[in-house]
């Protein structure tokens, strides 16, 4: 059985639309409801589902019985021998709700039946409907018309729902790149996912690999809906059979192309047929273009299967002259389909298709772009070949192929003499070693190793280097070191130097923007991440943003998700999830998967910061799954300890496989590393042990004081006060910030100051300063627990009123039962053992009294004699006894 952690219902989604259509069944005088849309879009499952919560009778139209009287409704009554007896029947037998299936394929007499139903109050009749194209079927469209008729529309699954799908289907989650092909061939349709699923783990194209499963091959077209399509198709005559052929070639069309091809009729049968449909999209440009594409994406891969090599380059060739005949042809498009024929394309316009690809312009995606730059620079030199081994190595690190892309900028480093280009490549060799493969020591070796090519008088050189080590510091939670590097270096000098050497001044953009993003994430793990956000918003980086993603596609996902980090941590974490949305968006429409899972990962801190913990949750998960399909281990590291923060702050404890993980994952490294003991801390608070909760939190504490990274230590400290006990840190508070402007620190490190000064001070004046704050900034969690403290410590009027305020903020975020919103029920209580008497205790529920006794330097006798007075003190008499008694004394 799959713990919630695991994977999502695979019907959550839809069972929360049950109970909308339910709550449309309420609504005085609606008597029909009609659940419209294409096939396969879930409608029986939702009908299903209202079926049982309503207790309702079953039909079903069958289009074999269609030509049977009365047939969808006769399982429901007794015989009759005259239509005014079967009438009789039914307004007497079926019961007062009837839910039907394919009400378009009932036969005529039971839509007559159903509709004389209709007629009598206090009857309610809910349907499925198979639209096309968006219309309803003939038969229906007069009832859909009456005034007590509702129609709901059901689409397709969203990705998420379609990867909670997935995840139901096979068993456990599946890793980015299924789910991005599955997205792509099924379009979010239930029953062709299905089929597709089955047949692939049928066929081996799919395999569980560490805890998710991946595709091994390509997604198999089932042989079913091949054999449907097929059928379907030739049933419409040759010129039907050679439009659908001609159409799969390229899987869309503009329409203006159909009439000179000759195909206008049979095109229009493929659509009146509801194979194929007219649309409209932006053409590159951006202007609205007109189409016609198949009706769903795996008709055109069951088509194009079943056409031979032969015709197929000959559709081929036919599109490309089409293509190249046009005033603005799609040079994606024009790229792809001359490889595929086998045509020479000169390197520089691969590469610009290239860009565009991985930009979402035209016919995109990142699997093409990857495709086209490594065609570029099969035979490119010289400033396109640098260019398009800086994409393609953007490309394969974005697809979670980072040893790749490392494997190319070596060989391509070799290649090179000493100088701008070779230099520029290094770069990104950096960032790929550091932040693709987590590897920032054999990234350094690396840097140094380019660096003594130079000789030390060489222009811009050090300065350059010097910028690529500060970005390597950020990475590893040295910031004061990266800070202070770049502070010396003389950056008007550099741009001067290498405008004057290199040709590639297109590429200069780049590491000005690199420079000015690990700028910004050294500010913030500096607690200065006000500062950071306005580094990102009011520099050449947030409005070259266009020219940074002509040149690598990821920027702009990349620059709004370090904006949104420093947003968040500045107190707007609303902002910042706009922006960490606005990441995400970017990665599913080009395909990206390292973007996408640091986007997710902010999205899920942004929800944790917010207070809504099951969001959090969900978009933790969904981290992890990503990172772990594009070996992603600084984000599944910051994903665990989000989750384990989310549920641990519940008391829930994590599934078994992702404890597992968060064990063997290495710690010490990595970015943002200082802040997984709060993971760690809230874990042992999940178990009950809320001793050695506190012991790691003082551990990370002291790391990340030696280490400078002050965010973490302000992070650390509202983590541990969270977890309900007073502890005196105010004072490591105020030395992390003590030469920062609070306009630099931003809202949240302010209120986290007032809130640990309340708490020390028992004064409830400042505790209810930072419950506002956190109020006012929308963090309506950490304002709940700050009022709950308050009310802990007030009496009279002031605690009433404060324990109001509490339990309305927490009723923003589903009231969680958080440590400290626990006050609210019991008020703040001393813990009846005192510390060593806690930890002996926590111990004692899985170790024996010699073993306690050696991890803590202590007599055996002296652990007999903490353990007595526990015993004394919880109430009990037997060591069996002490987890539940543990838990009852933890808050």
Not at 185 to 192: F, H, I, Q, V
Not at 260 to 285: I, K, N, Y
Not at 301 to 307: L, M, N, Q
Not at 601 to 629: F, H, K, M, P, V
Request: a negative charge.
């Amino acid at each position: 059985m799959a713990s919630r952690n695991e994977i999502d219902d695979d019907g959550a989604g839809r069972l929360r639309r049950v109970d909308e259509v339910l709550a449309a069944t309420q609504r005085p005088g609606v008597r029909l409801i009609l659940l419209t849309g294409e096939a396969g879009v879930g409608k029986s499952f939702l009908l299903d589902g209202l079926a049982t919560r309503l207790g309702a009778d079953r039909a079903w139209g069958v289009a074999a019985l269609k030509e049977v009287p009365g047939s969808a409704l006769s399982h429901l009554v007794e015989p009759s021998g005259t239509l005014p007896e079967l009438t009789r029947a039914v307004l007497l037998q079926v019961g007062p709700r009837l839910c039907v299936d394919d009400l378009h394929l009932a036969d005529p007499l039971s839509l007559a039946l159903i509709e004389r139903l209709l007629r009598e109050p206090g009857r309610l009749v809910v349907a499925t409907v198979r639209t096309r194209n968006g219309e309803l079927p003939p038969a229906v469209r007069e009832l859909a018309r009456e005034p007590w008729a509702r129609a709901c529309e059901v689409a397709a699954l969203s990705r998420e729902e379609l990867d909670a799908f997935a995840a139901g289907e096979l068993g456990g989650p599946v890793d980015a790149g299924l789910s991005e092909e599955l997205w792509r061939r099924t379009a979010g349709n239930p029953l062709y996912a299905g089929q597709v699923l089955r047949a692939a783990q049928a066929g081996g194209a799919v395999a569980s690999r560490a805890g998710s499963w991946h595709a091994t091959a390509a997604l198999p077209v089932p042989a079913s809906l091949q054999d449907a399509v097929t059928d379907q198709v030739s049933a419409l005559g040759d010129a039907a059979i050679e439009a659908a052929q001609w159409l799969s070639g390229l899987g869309e069309i503009p329409i203006e192309r159909i009439e000179p091809s000759g195909r206008d009729d049979a095109v229009r049968q493929l659509v009146d047929a509801g194979m194929a449909r007219f649309t409209e999209r932006p053409d590159p440009s951006g202007s609205p273009q007109k189409l016609v594409v198949f009706s769903h994406p795996l008709f055109r891969e069951a088509v194009w299967a079943r056409t031979d090599a032969l015709r197929r380059l000959s559709v081929l060739r036919e599109h490309v002259a089409a293509e190249r005949s046009e005033a603005r042809p799609d040079a994606v498009r024009l790229a792809v389909m001359a490889l595929e024929v086998g045509e020479p394309v000169a390197p520089a316009a691969l590469l610009a298709a290239a860009r565009l690809a991985a930009g979402g312009t035209g016919s995109a995606g990142v699997e093409s772009a990857l495709r086209l730059a490594q065609a570029a620079l099969r035979d490119a030199d010289g400033e396109v070949r640098v260019e398009a081994a800086a994409l393609t190595a953007d490309a394969l690190m974005q697809l979670g192929r980072a040893g790749e892309a490392a494997g190319l900028l070596e060989r391509e480093l070799e290649r090179l003499r000493p100088g701008p280009h070779a230099i520029l490549l290094a770069g990104l060799l950096h960032i790929v070693m550091t932040w693709g493969l987590g590897d920032e020591p054999a990234a350094a070796t690396m840097i140094a190793g380019q660096a003594a090519r130079y000789s030390r008088w060489a222009p811009a050189v050090s300065e350059v280097f010097g910028f690529i080590r500060a970005d390597g510091f950020t990475y590893a939670g040295r910031p004061a070191q990266a800070l202070a590097l770049t502070d010396h270096l003389r950056i008007g000098r550099i741009w001067r130097a290498l405008g004057k050497l290199t040709p590639l001044g297109r590429l200069l953009p780049q590491v000005e923007a690199r420079i000015v993003q690990s700028r910004a994430h050294a500010l913030t793990q500096l607690a200065r991440p006000a500062e950071a956000a306005e580094l990102l918003t009011t520099g050449n980086t947030g409005s070259r943003l266009a020219e940074l993603e002509e040149l690598i596609p990821s920027w702009r996902g990349n620059y709004s998700t370090i904006l949104a980090h420093a947003t968040r941590e500045a107190g707007n974490p609303r902002r910042g999830l706009d922006h960490a949305r606005a990441a995400y968006a970017a990665t599913l429409d080009t395909g990206f998967v390292w973007g996408r899972a640091w986007a997710a990962c902010n999205i899920a801190a942004c929800w944790l910061q917010i207070g809504d913990l099951d969001e959090a949750a969900i978009w933790a998960r969904r981290t992890i799954d990503t990172a772990r399909s594009g070996h992603l281990v600084d984000a599944e590291r910051l994903a665990i300890m989000l989750l384990s923060v989310a549920e641990g702050s519940r008391g829930h404890a994590l599934y078994a496989s992702l404890l597992d993980l968060a064990d063997t994952l290495p710690t010490g490294v990595g970015f943002l590393w200082h802040q997984h003991p709060i993971g760690t801390a809230w874990r042992a608070y999940a178990a009950g042990h809320t001793s050695l909760a506190a012991t790691v939190f003082a551990e990370g504490l002291d790391v990340a004081e030696r280490d400078g990274a002050a965010l973490a230590v302000m992070s650390l400290c509202h983590e541990w006060l969270r977890l309900g006990r007073p502890v005196a840190l105010t004072e490591r508070m105020r030395a992390a910030t003590a030469d920062l402007d609070p306009a630099s620190t931003g809202a949240l490190t302010t209120a986290r100051l007032a809130l640990a000064a309340g708490i020390e001070k028992g004064d409830p004046g400042t505790v209810v300063e930072a419950c506002e704050l956190f109020a006012s900034h929308e963090m309506p969690l950490f304002a709940a627990e700050a009022a709950a403290l308050g009310a802990s410590l007030s009496t009279g009027r002031a605690h009433t009123s404060l324990m109001h305020r509490a339990r309305a903020l927490a009723a923003e975020v589903g009231s969680p039962r958080t440590p400290l919103l626990a006050l609210l029920e019991r008020g703040w209580q001393p813990d009846p053992l005192t510390t060593r008497e806690r930890l002996v205790a926590e111990l004692a529920t899985q170790a024996s009294n010699a073993q306690i006794a050696e991890q803590l330097h202590l007599s055996v006798r002296t652990v007999e004699g903490h353990l007595a007075h526990v015993y004394t003190k919880l109430g009990i008499t037997t060591r069996r006894e002490l987890p539940a008694a543990l838990a009852g004394a933890r808050t």
